[in-house]
C-alpha cells in the first residue's frame, strides 16, 4: 500500500513539474502571438504634432497632412478645440501603425480653418486684435493670431509677429493690419495681407517662393507681390515710430532691403530691387523713385530730427510732379 502511495505521489510531483510550468509558460507567451497594432505616446513640453509625426513616420512625408488629421481625429482630448497647432502636455495619444494605410490626398492644408496661422513674439504699448466675430483680444507674447484678425497698435504699440511658414512680420506704431488669407498647402501656398495703415517690416518666409504660390501685401495705394525678400512699407502715416521722423502722411512708401518685389496698381506694375524705394501717391499714380535714408523706415540719426520738414517739402514735389 505504502508503495502505491509513494507511486502515486511520484506521478503527481511529475505532473506538477512538467506540465504545470508548461502551461504558465504558455499562458505568458499567449499575448506574444497577437500582433499589437496599437502605439500611445505621452505629449513632452516642446512637442508638436509636426516634430511627432515628422520622426515617427520619416518615409511617408507626402501623407503626413492626413496622418496628422486622422490623429487629431482619434485623439480629440488631447487637442484644444480639436486643433492640430494647440496640442495638450501630458496627454495621452493614440498613433497610427506604421502599417496602417493612408491614402495619399491632394492640396491638403496642414492649417486651415480657425487655426492660428501665426503668433506674437514681441508686443509693446497698445495692441489688440478684432476677430471675424468680433471680439477684441488684447495681443501679449504667445497670442495667436487668425486668418480675418484685424490687429492695431497704438501711438507707442509694436508687434513682432512669427507666422506659420517662418516669415517675421514687425507692425510699428499707429497700424492697422488684416490677415485676409494665410494657408500653408502642399500646393499652391497663399498670403494676403492688407495694411490698411501704418508701417511695418516683412521678412519673407517659405510663402511667395515657389511659382504656385500667391503672396499679395496689399495696401490703398498698391499691392506688394515678391518671390522671398526684406522689405519695408509705410502707408497714410504722418507719426514716426521709434525715433523715425514725421513724413508727408499721403501716399505709400516703400523700401526694398533684399530680393525684389513687384509693385501693382492701377497705373501699372514696377519692379523694385535692393536698395530701391518708391513713394506712390494714389492708387492711380505711377510709383515714383527717390532716394530714403535713415529716418524714414528706421530710427532716425542724430540731427536727423531736425530735418523732417525736408520730408513734407518732397512730399509736395512728388505730388506736384505726379499731377
Known amino acids: 500500500m505504502r508503495i502505491y502511495r509513494s507511486l502515486i505521489s511520484v506521478l503527481i510531483c511529475s505532473l506538477i513539474t512538467f506540465y504545470i510550468p508548461s502551461v504558465i509558460q504558455t499562458a505568458e507567451a499567449a499575448p506574444t502571438t497577437f500582433k499589437v497594432k496599437k502605439r500611445f505616446l505621452y505629449i513632452q513640453p516642446g512637442q508638436t504634432i509636426f516634430s511627432i509625426v515628422k520622426v515617427l513616420y520619416p518615409d511617408q512625408k507626402d501623407k503626413w497632412p492626413e496622418i496628422i488629421r486622422k490623429i487629431v481625429k482619434k485623439n480629440p482630448h488631447a487637442f484644444e478645440n480639436k486643433q492640430a497647432t494647440r496640442i495638450i502636455v501630458g496627454q495621452r495619444i493614440e498613433l497610427l501603425s506604421l502599417s496602417s494605410k493612408v491614402k495619399p490626398v491632394q492640396a491638403v492644408a496642414v492649417y486651415t480653418g480657425p487655426e492660428a496661422v501665426g503668433q506674437v513674439m514681441i508686443s509693446r504699448g497698445k495692441t489688440f486684435s478684432i476677430s471675424t466675430k468680433d471680439k477684441r483680444h488684447d495681443l501679449k507674447v504667445g497670442s495667436e493670431i487668425y486668418v480675418g484678425d484685424r490687429l492695431y497698435t497704438g501711438m507707442e504699440g509694436y508687434l513682432r509677429l512669427n507666422m506659420i511658414d517662418d516669415a517675421k512680420i514687425d507692425l510699428r506704431c499707429n497700424s492697422e493690419m488684416i490677415i485676409e488669407d494665410y494657408r500653408l498647402l502642399r500646393a499652391g501656398n497663399r498670403s494676403i495681407i492688407y495694411l490698411l495703415k501704418g508701417s511695418l517690416r516683412k521678412i519673407t518666409g517659405s510663402i511667395g517662393k515657389f511659382a504656385d504660390d500667391v503672396y499679395e501685401m496689399k495696401t490703398p495705394m498698391s ?7 526684406d522689405y519695408a512699407l509705410r502707408v497714410l502715416q504722418a507719426y514716426g515710430c521709434d525715433g523715425s521722423v514725421d513724413v508727408n502722411s499721403k501716399g505709400l512708401f516703400v523700401k526694398v532691403n533684399q530680393g525684389s518685389i513687384d509693385l501693382k496698381n492701377k497705373s501699372g506694375s514696377v519692379a523694385l530691387n535692393a536698395g530701391d524705394a518708391a513713394h506712390v501717391t494714389g492708387d492711380d499714380k505711377k510709383p515714383q523713385p527717390i532716394q530714403v535714408g535713415d529716418g524714414v523706415f528706421d530710427a532716425a540719426k542724430e540731427g536727423d530730427e531736425d530735418s523732417s520738414w525736408w520730408w ?12
Open 223 to 229: 499691392t506688394v507681390g515678391v518671390r522671398g525678400t
Open 312 to 323: 513734407w517739402l518732397l512730399g509736395i514735389i512728388v505730388i506736384a510732379a505726379a499731377a
